[in-house]
């Protein structure tokens, strides 16, 4: 048989929607191409996760499907016929996807099978699981576009926001505290999504109280590429467990993370050597719930500005 003539591997891969879990799945991902010698990539999932790994050199299609742009069951009916079919997600939806897709092997991740470990670590032991391998998991991966050139400033990076719930944020006058304490020797810029406008407008309006002028206010205003290439030239960055946190633990940026209701364990920067973690010992940690069920918020509320500022030097 002439090499020449095989055709490379079709596989269709549903990558997670939510930016800090797509981050974490990076991993597998690399370990899934690796995995066989010439393959095609197809990648179905939200337009946020789908712009981060669009670049990978063997992505050659994406579907997106999110609130903005629904994806017809019955389109899936078209898609063609692959070779190999991954699902990361183990919602409803995605079974219904499987069943529908025409693949001839077929594997979806399901939570309950990984319940322990970093959340990198049940990623890769899925697709380990799937393929019959043992792949270490590897680091995390971003693939930047149109990269920015290091700014001569230091720059500190705020990150109020939370995607996932209020229960996870910290207080945006906590995070102007920093900013004002720091300004002298940092430019700062603030992060967020559409949704956390109100957040970083009020660290604005505390900053410019105070006199402060050398800040930008990004938040609402950048792609996942845009957002990418920003913190990449951050000298250190604060935030909660969050997508951006994944994204710089992907560039080793010194990050500081304040966990509240979020288990470290399942969701810290992955291999960032230069990472430290912010979290108080309650007794109610890790509840995982989007909004504080005991109403008190204390996981976070106990967290003070200068416990992080004092924590910075250790990591620069």
């Known amino acids: 048989m002439n090499r020449h003539n095989i055709k490379p591997i079709k596989a269709l891969i549903e990558i997670p929607n939510w930016l800090g879990d797509c981050v974490m799945f990076t991993p597998a991902f690399d370990n899934i191409i690796n995995y066989y010698n010439d393959i095609e990539v197809t990648i179905l999932g939200s337009s946020t996760s789908i712009e981060l790994i669009q670049n990978h050199p063997k992505v ?10 629904k994806f017809s069951l019955k389109s899936y009916t078209h898609l ?39 959340q990198v670590e049940k990623y890769v032991d899925f697709v380990n699981d799937c393929l019959n391998t043992n792949s270490a998991p590897g680091s995390l991966s971003c693939y930047l576009t149109n990269a920015k050139s290091k700014e001569a400033s230091r720059i500190l990076g705020i990150n109020p926001g939370a995607s996932y719930g209020s229960a996870k944020r910290w207080y945006p006058e906590q995070f102007a505290k920093i900013a004002i304490e ?13 949704d956390e ?7 604005e309006s505390h900053l410019i109280k105070n006199n402060i002028s050398n800040y930008l206010n990004l938040a609402g205003k950048t792609s996942i590429s845009e957002l990418t290439n920003y913190i990449s030239n951050l000298d250190i960055f604060i935030t909660g467990d969050s997508g951006p946190m994944h994204i710089a633990a992907s560039l080793n940026i010194p990050t500081i993370t304040l966990f509240g209701p979020t288990d470290p364990i ?21 509840c995982m719930k989007r909004t504080c069920p005991l109403k008190h918020h204390n996981c976070m509320k106990l967290i003070e500005a200068r416990e992080v500022i004092n924590s910075i030097s250790k990591i620069i």
């Open 266 to 286: 399942e969701t810290s920067q992955w291999k960032n050597q230069h990472s430290i973690i912010i979290k108080k010992s309650l007794d109610c940690q890790p």
């Open 197 to 203: 406008l109100e957040f970083a407008e009020e660290i």
């Open 80 to 118: 063609g016929s692959f070779d190999v079919y991954f699902s990361s997600r183990g919602s409803i939806r995605a079974k219904i996807i499987k069943f529908i897709i025409d693949a001839t092997d077929k594997y979806q991740y399901s939570h309950a099978k990984y319940p322990r470990g970093h």
């Open 182 to 194: 720091l300004s002298d020797n940092f430019d700062i810029m603030i992060f967020g999504g559409a």
């Open 60 to 69: 050659s299609k994406t579907i997106t499907i999110d609130s903005e742009n």
